[in-house]
T-cell receptor, first 114, second 112 residues
Framework: GQSLEQPSEVTAVEGAIVQINCTYQ??????LSWYQQHDGGAPTFLSY????GLEETGRFSSFLSRSDSYGYLLLQELQMKDSASYFC???????????????FGKGTSLLVTP | DSGVTQTPKHLITATGQRVTLRCSPR?????VYWYQQSLDQGLQFLIQ???????AKGNILERFSAQQFPDLHSELNLSSLELGDSALYFC???????????FGPGTRLLVL
């Protein structure tokens, strides 16, 4: 089976940097995705890492270490609008017919304070 | 706006009833995914369709079924509803079988 672990809550100050970690266990790994979800809203794709290293997209960066089964999402220059839930996700090929399921972690609720 | 539409936005029904949730993917997207999100279970994958064919199945209950039509819109049917089925149901789409999925606004289902 699969499991993903991420902290349930993180609080940070506006303008600061925050790192949200994700560790995973999976039988067949393709890559690690990150999604953002504001309260009551739809999840929005942020990034995807298939290879080790850091991917940067504006204020957001995502890192992957396949050997450690670990990744993180780094948010810089935090803004109040970054308060949201952040989910890591991995592909699951169990019970698939050349399709795939995305298995999501339980999410990290980020609160940005003034 | 992701380009994925879902109807209805809200649905209130009683236990034992049957409901149908509808999803229209982004223009050009062939894959449709359904997810259930509840407070205690997080975002759970239900099922994926690609160009009309079922491609992947998650922990979808036997009371739930889905299909994707020739025009690529999809419907999720939930029957014999129970209180525990109350949740947000999201549809997502992607061009093919890809990591980047675009989510619709969701249907909030309340079973009383």
């Amino acid at each position: 089976g699969q499991s993903l672990e991420q902290p349930s809550e993180v609080t940070a100050v506006e303008g600061a940097i925050v790192q949200i970690n994700c560790t995973y266990q999976t039988s067949g790994f393709y890559g690690l995705s990150w999604y953002q979800q504001h309260d009551g809203g739809a999840p929005t794709f942020l990034s995807y890492n298939a290879l080790d290293g850091l991917e940067e997209t504006g204020r957001f960066s995502s890192f992957l270490s396949r050997s450690d089964s670990y990744g993180y999402l780094l948010l810089q220059e935090l803004q109040m609008k970054d308060s949201a839930s952040y989910f890591c996700a991995v592909r699951d090929r169990v019970r698939s017919n050349s399709g795939y399921a995305l298995n999501f972690g339980k999410g990290t609720s980020l609160l940005v304070t003034p | 706006d992701s380009g994925v539409t879902q109807t209805p936005k809200h649905l209130i029904t009683a236990t034992g009833q049957r409901v149908t949730l509808r999803c229209s993917p982004r223009s050009g997207d062939l894959s449709v995914y359904w997810y259930q999100q509840s407070l205690d279970q997080g975002l759970q994958f239900l099922i994926q369709y690609y160009n009309g064919e079922e491609r992947a199945k998650g922990n979808i209950l036997e009371r739930f079924s889905a299909q994707q039509f020739p025009d690529l819109h999809s419907e999720l049917n939930l029957s014999s509803l129970e209180l525990g089925d109350s949740a947000l149901y999201f549809c997502a789409s992607s061009v093919g079988v890809e990591e980047t999925q675009y989510f619709g606004p969701g249907t909030r289902l309340l079973v009383l």
